[in-house]
């Protein structure tokens, strides 16, 4: 015969917050309980009751509604309600009523109380955001997260970095790098970091090309070098590096430069990862070289999980041994080609424009060229980008299916045919050559001409903001909002019927790609043009295009769904499968599931934002 207590903690154990305690509190907390059955209809809650009490739903189902009998929401297994009232003392704001039959725990203040006093972690879980919530979910228990990994790269730097003006003589910046025992100086003018001489240049661009002395330093600096926010892991710091084959990195902070960290200081950190993978893509001479470098990506994919880093910070790594992969393999291709005819940019779309590729990903990229460009010129950028989309396809990035590709003429044009693209997708917008076409609105450039890239940017702004702007806006609002949230009436998950992935969700179908298209919905009609889903968050707040509430949700929402993508492609790579996005809600923690549960209802609530604002 089951013990009844027993029963209780085991559910209690399941169910945040009260996962978060000891286990002797979580027994105290069981026999606190008292267990009510309801049927439905029945109002367990009135407005401007005085509430004594913590509702933990069992079984069943509750909405509440408010004193003009208007819906607010609703609440299933495992939810708790009654809190806002129970922690300020105020009265009650909501009728709760039982939609369902079924079982309701309830436990007295005191009870409550006493478990607050006792778990600060317990106390602070109902006052926490729901952003803090959907992430928290995520986080591995008593774990510091400072792993070598998530070590900030500012806490490598001993020393303020040594500054030099232009004009400044390159027989001075060597002595001052001499006197400060440096390998590096920082050419600024004003505030702006113009350029970087390192001792390499001294030999190569000076020694060994008999230059004067007296010189300025400009003459010889490597201009508008790559910098990096001193907040950023130590593994992106050496992904950027090693992927520019560059031995000196400025970080920053504010947009001022706080310090200079070398390839030798991360050679000081002792580690057993593979952190040197995108050192050897720098250094493969062949793409048969490159091939074998990219076979262990998947290794590293699991070892920065297991390491402690955060799953919904992964893409953001794997993103950036593609763009190394990418760069290196144009570069490979240009000793076999020769110097390019005219500048141009490497553009990539989709998941790898917003930084947000997990272990399985396919290609999504362009060319755009100068329109000065010399006749022939496409002949050139089209062998490039046939060497390019091959290499990629043999590193294990699959070739587009819809062939957006820049082996593909309509996707590798001169700057012009890019704005004729943009405008004409702007001025006359045919709906159903909006969806087809949405990809290209996460859009960034990998390698090349800086101004070539900045200008479709500009134009792709323009889109959301032309004369068609009202159609156009509106086609990829349907998009966004057409989505099925895999969520039933009771709050409980939709999941597949039949198939070989039945008993699923399918996470990235039912969640990432609605929340994304959303976002990208919302910034583009404010004009917002960075690509990843983060940042377009963050801009749009900072402009006042999004609440704090709605930017804090939907911020939440997405982590937390990206980093359940991740993990369960981790897992599957661990098992050598096939990775795939169905995810089983009986392999992840109660915790997690009430998580997910959150997130799909915020991708509904904006969803019925975009309805209201673009009906059709």
Same mark, same amino acid.
């Given at each position: 015969?089951?013990?009844?207590?027993?029963?209780?903690?085991?559910?209690?154990?399941?169910?945040?917050?009260?996962?978060?305690?000891?286990?002797?509190?979580?027994?105290?907390?069981?026999? =606190?309980?008292?267990?009510?059955?309801?049927?439905?209809?029945?109002?367990?809650?009135?407005?401007?009751?005085?509430?004594?009490?913590?509702?933990?739903?069992?079984?069943?189902?509750?909405?509440?509604?408010?004193?003009?009998?208007?819906?607010?929401?609703?609440?299933?297994?495992?939810?708790?309600?009654? *809190?806002?009232?129970?922690?300020?003392?105020?009265?009650?704001?909501?009728?709760?009523?039982?939609?369902?039959?079924? $079982?309701?725990?309830?436990?007295?203040?005191?009870?409550?109380?006493?478990?607050?006093?006792?778990?600060?972690?317990?106390?602070?879980?109902?006052?926490?955001?729901?952003?803090?919530?959907?992430?928290?979910?995520?986080?591995?228990?008593?774990?510091?997260? &400072?792993?070598?990994?998530?070590?900030?790269?500012?806490? *490598?730097?001993?020393?303020?970095?040594?500054?030099?003006?232009?004009?400044?003589?390159?027989?001075?910046?060597?002595?001052?790098?001499?006197?400060?025992?440096?390998?590096?100086?920082?050419?600024?003018?004003?505030?702006?970091?113009?350029?970087?001489?390192? #001792?390499?240049?001294?030999?190569?661009?000076?020694?060994?090309?008999?230059?004067?002395?007296?010189?300025?330093?400009?003459?010889?600096?490597?201009?508008?070098?790559?910098?990096?926010?001193?907040?950023?892991?130590?593994?992106?710091?050496?992904?950027?590096?090693?992927?520019?084959?560059?031995?000196?990195?400025?970080?920053?902070?504010?947009?001022?430069?706080?310090?200079?960290?070398?390839? /030798? #200081?991360?050679?000081?950190?002792?580690?057993?990862?593979?952190?040197?993978?995108?050192?050897?893509?720098?250094?493969?001479?062949?793409?048969?070289?490159?091939?074998?470098?990219?076979?262990?990506?998947?290794?590293?994919?699991?070892?920065?999980? =297991?390491?402690?880093?955060?799953?919904? &910070?992964?893409?953001?790594?794997?993103?950036?041994?593609?763009?190394?992969?990418?760069?290196?393999?144009?570069?490979?291709?240009?000793?076999?080609?020769?110097?390019?005819?005219?500048?141009?940019?490497? *553009?990539?779309?989709?998941?790898?424009?917003?930084?947000?590729?997990?272990?399985?990903?396919?290609?999504?990229?362009?060319?755009?060229?100068?329109?000065?460009?010399?006749?022939?010129?496409?002949?050139?950028?089209?062998?490039?980008?046939?060497?390019?989309?091959?290499?990629?396809?043999?590193?294990?990035?699959?070739?587009?299916?819809?062939?957006?590709?820049?082996?593909?003429?309509?996707?590798?044009?001169?700057?012009?045919?890019?704005?004729?693209?943009?405008?004409?997708? =702007?001025?006359?917008?045919?709906?159903?050559?909006? *969806?087809?076409?949405?990809?290209?609105?996460?859009?960034?450039?990998?390698?090349?001409?800086?101004?070539?890239?900045?200008?479709?940017? &500009?134009?792709?702004?323009?889109?959301?903001?032309?004369?068609?702007?009202?159609?156009?806006?509106?086609?990829?609002? /349907?998009?966004? =909002?057409?989505?099925?949230?895999?969520?039933?009436?009771?709050?409980?998950?939709? $999941?597949?019927?039949?198939?070989?992935?039945?008993?699923?969700?399918?996470?990235?179908?039912?969640?990432?790609?609605?929340?994304?298209?959303?976002?990208?919905?919302?910034?583009?009609?404010?004009?917002?043009?960075?690509?990843?889903?983060?940042?377009?968050?963050?801009?749009?707040?900072?402009?006042?295009?999004?609440?704090?509430?709605?930017?804090?949700?939907?911020?939440?929402?997405?982590?937390?769904?990206?980093?359940?993508?991740?993990?369960?492609?981790?897992?599957?790579?661990?098992?050598?499968?096939?990775?795939?996005?169905? $995810?089983?809600?009986?392999?992840?923690?109660?915790?997690?599931?009430?998580?997910?549960?959150?997130?799909?209802?915020?991708?509904?609530?904006? &969803?019925?934002?975009?309805?209201?604002?673009?009906?059709?």
């Amino acid at each position: 015969m089951s013990n009844p207590l027993a029963d209780v903690e085991k559910f209690l154990e399941e169910t945040p917050p009260f996962d978060l305690l000891d286990p002797e509190l979580r027994h105290r907390a069981a026999a =606190a309980v008292e267990a009510v059955y309801r049927r439905t209809g029945s109002v367990l809650l009135e407005v401007g009751d005085h509430n004594e009490t913590l509702y933990v739903i069992r079984r069943g189902a509750v909405e509440a509604h408010d004193r003009h009998g208007n819906f607010v929401d609703r609440y299933g297994e495992g939810e708790s309600f009654g *809190l806002q009232s129970l922690l300020t003392g105020k009265p009650v704001r909501f009728r709760i009523t039982m939609i369902e039959d079924g $079982l309701v725990w309830m436990m007295p203040r005191r009870a409550f109380d006493e478990l607050r006093a006792k778990s600060s972690e317990f106390g602070t879980y109902y006052l926490r955001s729901l952003e803090e919530r959907l992430i928290a979910a995520l986080q591995p228990r008593n774990s510091s997260g &400072q792993t070598l990994f998530m070590t900030p790269m500012g806490e *490598l730097v001993r020393s303020e970095p040594i500054v030099v003006t232009p004009q400044t003589t390159i027989a001075e910046a060597a002595r001052s790098m001499s006197r400060n025992g440096v390998s590096s100086v920082l050419v600024n003018d004003g505030n702006r970091v113009r350029g970087i001489v390192t #001792d390499r240049d001294l030999r190569n661009r000076v020694l060994a090309e008999g230059r004067n002395p007296e010189e300025p330093v400009a003459a010889i600096m490597t201009a508008d070098p790559l910098t990096l926010d001193a907040s950023s892991p130590v593994l992106e710091g050496i992904l950027a590096m090693a992927g520019r084959g560059i031995h000196h990195l400025p970080l920053t902070r504010d947009q001022q430069v706080v310090g200079m960290v070398t390839t /030798r #200081d991360l050679m000081t950190l002792q580690t057993q990862h593979p952190l040197y993978l995108a050192a050897q893509v720098q250094k493969a001479g062949s793409i048969e070289a490159l091939v074998k470098v990219c076979r262990q990506v998947p290794k590293l994919f699991e070892l920065m999980l =297991a390491s402690g880093m955060r799953a919904e &910070q992964v893409p953001k790594v794997l993103t950036t041994i593609n763009d190394a992969v990418t760069r290196r393999l144009i570069g490979l291709a240009q000793q076999q080609l020769g110097p390019p005819p005219a500048p141009f940019a490497w *553009l990539v779309f989709g998941s790898q424009a917003r930084a947000e590729q997990s272990i399985k990903t396919d290609q999504d990229n362009g060319l755009v060229y100068a329109d000065d460009a010399p006749p022939g010129a496409d002949a050139w950028f089209a062998a490039l980008a046939r060497i390019v989309c091959d290499g990629l396809d043999a590193c294990g990035y699959p070739y587009c299916p819809g062939k957006i590709m820049a082996t593909t003429p309509e996707w590798r044009q001169p700057l012009a045919g890019w704005l004729q693209h943009f405008r004409n997708w =702007a001025a006359v917008p045919d709906p159903g050559a909006v *969806l087809r076409i949405s990809i290209f609105f996460d859009l960034r450039a990998v390698h090349g001409d800086a101004p070539l890239a900045e200008q479709i940017r &500009q134009a792709l702004g323009e889109c959301g903001t032309g004369s068609g702007k009202g159609v156009f806006i509106a086609a990829l609002a /349907r998009q966004a =909002a057409g989505y099925d949230v895999p969520l039933g009436f009771f709050r409980r998950f939709v $999941l597949a019927s039949k198939g070989e992935h039945r008993e699923t969700l399918e996470i990235k179908a039912s969640g990432l790609m609605p929340l994304t298209d959303l976002v990208r919905v919302r910034a583009l009609e404010a004009g917002v043009t960075v690509p990843g889903t983060q940042a377009r968050i963050a801009e749009m707040l900072e402009a006042g295009r999004l609440s704090r509430r709605d930017a804090d949700r939907l911020s939440g929402a997405h982590l937390l769904l990206a980093g359940l993508r991740v993990r369960l492609h981790a897992e599957q790579v661990r098992r050598g499968e096939e990775p795939h996005n169905h $995810l089983d809600p009986r392999t992840i923690s109660h915790a997690e599931r009430a998580a997910l549960r959150e997130a799909f209802l915020v991708i509904r609530e904006a &969803q019925r934002g975009l309805i209201l604002d673009f009906p059709r």
